[in-house]
């Protein structure tokens, strides 16, 4: 362990901050990233850091920055959740379709449970079968999403109701106005913070992750634990799904095609690592705005989208590399 | 030191079969108030089988199990725990990413008082930190700061958080499952100093290794295991390496009372 790899060389801190034993995880390089593409984008375009453009911007992280942070902490166990873009796009259409028969807190409270009950079957599959959690998810991933255009019946549903579009509503004082959606988002992320950070199951989730072996020693049910996370992931989904709503009130069984992947894109450029027990949420939340500052800066400086998905690519590739050097110098 | 020590944990005939395989054939055993009785035997004899059994992760077929002369059952590592019976693994059982405060009580973490405690189980990091702080000025591991996270330690400062998480909770005896065997010589020689340590406190360990001049450098008994059974118990006084690996293969006969683990 040198000196070279400064953000991952831990020294005790002199404050004794209790959190920062978990959060002192490498997001410092992440945070710099994100700096420097503000600055550019700012020197490259007037209208980029602007109150509305970096609203605007917020409001375009919302569905997939919720669905991060899920997907951060099945990471953490060292899983992978590749189904809960489809689960939030299936929320978002049992939301519209019952609606009208179930109003609108029983359209949120059936999309919540249907949510609930995938997410109870990949935990399943995962904590009691010992599937590998990347098959699992693919193929409740396929089955979901063929489930939603035939329940859709490849139509989309404009949502009218006030109560599951009600994350749209802006509210804020003159050019700083943002929408309830961006709260929701910023609240699911405290939680969660909160619950990895100071909560003994946030602690089994980084030893579930870091090392089974040593949890099931430790006297920690893994299989609970794996339980609770994959549930859970069906509970923000669901949350994702009404946020959806608000940002366009129409359930499409053909949007957020790319949300899935894009969730795991911000995971991994947030600095936590994919084979578990090492990250963080705050990482995440960093990098869901670089991926979004990416491509919202892009596109004002007039770059074509498939370009950004190549330099989207780039990023994940770099950050997956750091991780596995980083690890390599860690053991 | 040995023969008037009261016994803390007995073994009584134990069994297990696995299929057509019999893993543990008949095994007695017995480990004594303040000692170390280091377990010893070729691969195949069914030492592990035997720890697991003492340790809750095996429920033998048939048997006895005894802690202070009563009959207990463990179904479970935890029923184990609950006796006061900690085990240290050969693999280095920590999570790399924690600090060692959440090491040390990973798997009964202690919430706070009050609502903060009781409704968002929050947990009591400052206690943790502090009890840890005390266990490991307790055992010298040449660590002083809790919230250090355990990748930044050595292989044997990590076992070394493992034992301290031991010897913290175990209340009756601690089981070490070779636990030098994933370390460097001055590393091992580190945590064979740690377990005289614990030995000193008080507490029985019962030490499974390998690693002959490691068993006879702590050991105030060596029980050999040979053929899914105790062969005998040695005094590491009176019989030399050389001997003790002839009982361990078969090649020389214990006396009687060696067989009868009498010493």
Known sequence: MTGSASTLTRTPSPTGRDWVGITRQPFVGPLAALVVAVIAFALLTPTFLTPYNLSLIGQQSIVVGILAVAQTIVILTAGIDLSIGAIAVLGTIIMAKTVADAGPFGALLLALVVCVAIGAINGSLVAFVQLPPFIVTLGTYTAVAAATQLYAGSATYPVTSKVLTVLGRSFGAGALRTTLGVGVLVVTYLVCLYVLGQTSGGRHVYAVGGNPTAARYSGITTNRTLMAVYIMTGVIAAIAAW????????????????????????VVIGGTSLFGGRGSVMGTLIGTLI??????????????????????????ILAVAFDQVARRRLQ | MTGEAPPVLEARNLVKRYGSVTAIDGADFEVRAGEVLAVIGDNGAGKSSLIKALSGALVPDSGQILMDGEVVKFRTTLDARHRGIETVYQDLAVVPALDIASNVFLGREPRKRGFLGTFLR????????????????????????????VETLSGGQRQGVAVVRAAAFGKRVIIMDEPTAALGVREAGMVMDLVRQVRDRGLPVILISHD??????????IHVHRLGRRAAVVNPRERSMAEVVALMTGALQPTDDERNGGI
């Open chain 2, 122 to 149: 929050q947990l009591d990091k400052a206690t943790m930190r502090a009890q840890s702080a005390g266990y490991l000025a307790d055992l010298k591991i040449g660590i002083t700061s809790p919230s250090q996270s």
């Open chain 1, 243 to 266: 946020a959806a709503l608000g940002r366009i009130p129409n359930a499409d069984p053909n949007a957020f095609q790319t949300a899935n992947l894009d969730t795991i894109t911000a």
């Open chain 2, 212 to 221: 002959m001049p490691h068993v006879f450098e702590v050991a105030d008994r």
């Open chain 1, 291 to 316: 991926v979004g500052v990416l491509r919202n800066g892009l596109t004002l400086v007039g770059v074509d989208n498939l370009y950004q998905n190549i330099a989207t690519g780039v990023l994940v």
